[in-house]
């Protein structure tokens, strides 16, 4: 070894072990300054209401935006193919009346998936979107066994042309996010977008603001939590069933 | 009696023609090669190759891993009747016990761990936990078990530490009822689903390894051994053993499903799985109730003739396969039956809500599954023929205490 | 040989490595290092040798703001790295990361380190956060 080459070998390791101990507070202090404009806050509690009333048998209009915007790929395996929403049809057995209305995650504030997952990839933001941290991830699958909405899918086979915003590959589990990447540039989920020019039958905003056009209805009208025995006190509402 | 003298398995030839143990470890090693197999072939084009899907997320794989853990803590008993309980005729099976243990919750790890969608995440597993989780749990409570009964073993095998051995074994003991309860509990704790929600899991998985890990235990030894080396006081001593845990865990099945009867809201999945729920009603009754449960117990408890060796055998295979069908019920029956979530409504959807989801296993991942016996067998036979684990003699005359010629 | 001449000789084998490693570090600097086509822009978001060892560090670090704190401003996440490091096909489209001129690909195939973030997130241009 020459006595430059080992004098630039040595100044390389100092300066990387220097750029290591800066790093973290230099990155610190860049996320500090951003976190005060952005990023989640636990003051809010998105939520969601949904008008069964007003959704109709036949439209679809959520499911199209969902796969759309998340670019959810149809393989032609409905066993095994992602369903981040789903129209679900009823027929009371007594009275024969029949209500339509979409099924997602509905966003617990006291999740059983998170409960389970072993490795903590299943989480719950402070604005109460119930996530899956793809990074770590294993694919037991054990977040689908106690998820009571059925709301989760397993990616079975590989992705390729992803979103940008939506990240998704083979091995691990995903469910609806409430399009977490439009709430926090300020928008509504892309299902809720679609209602609107359709039927107008979702509502969706904070719970914990009184102001907030979802808090006002929640108040107004009687609503109902899918499976509300078991006391996870959702973030999806429905009125109307 | 007279001092055991363990040997390899080299060694022990009695009777045997000199390749007996690499034709079967030959045999043991191409079941666990084409497990992995498998087990490539479905990550490599990832799960929709498989029977499982978004609606039966756990499959054969999981049926057979759970089936190998639970027959691991089992298979510990022999060692903790001879360890913990004084039963001295036990004594010198405590190694065999205590290498089957690790080896075959070994074997239902692997299958667990390379069914995983992201098995190359295994260090995420390892590192990344929520404690609130029992699945996190069992992951302290299976390596826990491999290190204590690691060491319970080293205390039995090394001669300086013999008098460590009762210690060890009282606390592989207490560890291994920890391990089948956790077991037990990631099916008791899901709360969202009909089939599951219920404590009497965990004393159901304590019998059913009590059970399924003597069964196994008793096919290997007969295996191993000839007769003459493996009398029949020993046999028929743990043959009557069997027979009581196969009572047990016919009692706590009977247990869980009045239990679960007794609450109104969960009549129609034990309708489903009791009465009109097709392949899992038929193997309820017939491969797991009458196959696995009633006739081993009337093989073993015989009312006319005596016990033999036999019909011990044939018990112990009838255990494992009713076994086999009580872990798929409970896991595959478990998610065919579909969620209520609304009840009283007639359900339908593009995502099988309201329907009983279809399963149908594909070969890799029945392959995967049995793979796991095979793993567990290439551990078992390479450590018995690295360690002194095979007591030489079995038979009456140095077994049984009150033995006459 | 005694204890001694076991120590002295391990000492030695491990020396004879450790210089051989050294040694063939500092002379492939000189050697045959790919050299990735020079990104649009005039410099990234650190100096270039600093990139070179730590841009998992800034990418991890991005990459738990956005998944758990919401942060998705900033030109420093994947999204920003592929867009801005897009490299064209013979058609003039950006190529993927199954395509070995790809950016990351071009060092990361040299390495012999294997890339994961591909395997869920794009490696094409498409949205650059504000």
Not at chain 2, 76 to 95: D, E, H, M, Q, W
Not at chain 2, 125 to 134: D, E, G, P, V
Not at chain 2, 285 to 304: D, K, R, S, T
Not at chain 2, 371 to 390: D, K, Q, S, T
């Amino acid at each position: 070894m020459s006595e430059i080459n080992r004098r630039k070998f040595l100044e390389g390791l100092a300066s990387t072990t220097a750029g290591i101990a800066i790093a973290p507070g230099v990155l610190l202090y860049t996320t500090q300054a951003k976190a005060a404009v952005e990023g989640v806050s636990s003051a809010v509690r998105w939520g969601l209401l949904v008008d069964a009333n007003k959704c109709s048998k036949d439209c679809n209009a959520c499911v199209t935006a969902c796969s759309k915007e998340n670019g959810l790929v149809d393989n032609g395996r409905p066993t095994t193919d992602p369903q981040w929403i789903r129209k679900v049809d009823l027929k009371d057995k007594k009275t024969g009346k029949e209500t339509s209305l979409p099924m997602m995650c509905q966003h617990c504030a006291e999740p059983p998936c998170v409960d389970v997952c072993p490795t903590g990839a299943s989480f719950k933001r402070v604005d109460g979107i119930v996530l899956v941290d793809r990074h770590i991830c294993i694919g037991c699958r054990y977040c689908m066994m106690a998820c009571p909405y059925k709301a989760r899918s397993f990616v079975h086979e590989a992705v390729t042309d992803q979103k940008p915003d939506i990240p998704r590959g083979k091995g691990t589990v995903e469910s609806c996010s409430f399009c977490v990447h439009r709430v926090d540039q300020g928008k509504s989920p892309a299902c809720v977008e679609a209602c609107a020019a359709k039927e107008g039958a979702m509502t969706f905003g904070d719970m914990n603001d009184p102001k907030s056009e979802i808090s006002q209805q929640l108040a107004k009208y009687p609503t109902t939590q899918i499976r509300a025995d078991l006391g996870l006190d959702l973030g999806v509402r429905y009125r109307g069933i | 009696m007279k001092p055991v003298v363990f040997k390899e398995w080299k060694d022990y030839t009695p009777g045997n023609p000199s390749d007996a143990f690499f034709g079967k470890l030959v045999a043991v090693a191409a079941v666990a090669v084409v497990g992995l197999l498998s087990a490539w072939y479905m990550e490599h084009h990832g799960h929709w190759v498989t029977g499982m899907n978004n609606q039966i997320v756990w499959g054969m794989p999981h049926v057979f891993a759970v089936f190998l853990i639970v027959a691991a803590s089992g298979a510990l008993n022999i060692a903790s009747l001879g360890s913990v309980f004084g039963k001295t005729p036990y004594k010198p099976l405590a190694r065999l016990s205590g290498l089957m243990a690790v080896s075959l919750l070994a074997g239902g790890l692997a299958v667990l761990v390379l069914d995983l969608g992201r098995p190359d995440r295994l260090i995420v597993a390892m590192t990344s936990y929520n404690f609130k989780s029992i699945f996190a749990w069992n992951i302290f409570l299976y390596t826990g078990f491999m290190v204590i009964t690691g060491v319970y073993l080293w205390t039995m095998m090394e001669r300086k530490m013999n008098s460590y051995s009762k210690q060890a074994g009282m606390v592989a003991f207490l560890w291994r009822l920890a391990l089948t309860t956790g077991t037990g509990l990631i099916f008791g704790f899901l709360v969202a689903r009909q089939g599951y929600d219920a404590a009497v899991f965990a004393p159901l998985f304590i019998a059913m390894s009590f059970s399924f890990g003597m069964a196994i235990f008793l096919l290997v030894l007969s295996t191993i051994y000839e007769s003459k080396a493996f009398g029949d006081f020993l046999m028929f001593k743990m043959g009557r053993l069997l027979g009581l845990f196969v009572a047990a865990v016919l009692y706590f099945t009977i247990v869980q499903h009045i239990t679960n009867l007794y609450a109104a809201e969960h009549s129609a999945v034990e309708m489903f799985i009791l009465v009109d729920g097709g392949i899992f009603t038929a193997l309820f009754w017939i491969v797991q109730v009458v196959a696995g449960g009633l006739v081993p117990l009337g093989l073993l408890f015989p009312m006319g003739g005596g016990l033999t060796r036999g019909r011990i055998q044939l018990a112990s295979m009838l255990v494992i396969v009713g076994g086999l069908a009580q872990v798929y019920i409970i896991i595959i029956g478990g998610q065919a039956f579909p969620l209520v979530l609304f009840p009283g409504m007639e359900v339908t959807s593009s995502f099988f809500d309201g329907v009983v989801n279809g399963y149908t296993p594909s070969l890799p991942e029945v392959l995967l599954g049995v793979g796991g016996f095979g793993i567990a067998g290439v551990l078992l036979m390479a450590g018995m023929r690295a360690m002194r684990i095979l007591p030489e003699d079995l038979s009456d005359k140095a077994i049984d205490p009150h033995y006459t010629e | 040989m005694g204890t001694k001449g076991k120590i002295r000789t391990i000492i030695a084998f491990f020396v004879f490595v450790m210089a051989l490693a050294f040694g063939g570090a500092s002379l492939v600097v000189a050697a045959d290092v790919p050299q990735p086509v020079t990104p649009k822009g005039k410099e990234c978001v650190r100096d270039a040798a600093f990139m070179r060892a730590n841009h998992m560090n800034l990418l991890k670090h991005k990459r738990d703001d956005t998944v758990y704190q919401g942060v998705r401003s900033g030109n420093d996440g994947l999204k920003d790295c592929v867009t801005c490091h897009a490299i064209p096909d013979d058609h003039g489209k950006p190529v993927g990361a199954d395509d070995s001129r790809h950016f990351c690909r071009t060092c990361h195939d040299y390495a012999a380190v294997t890339m994961d973030c591909f395997q869920c997130h794009t490696s094409k241009p498409g949205g650059v956060s504000k």
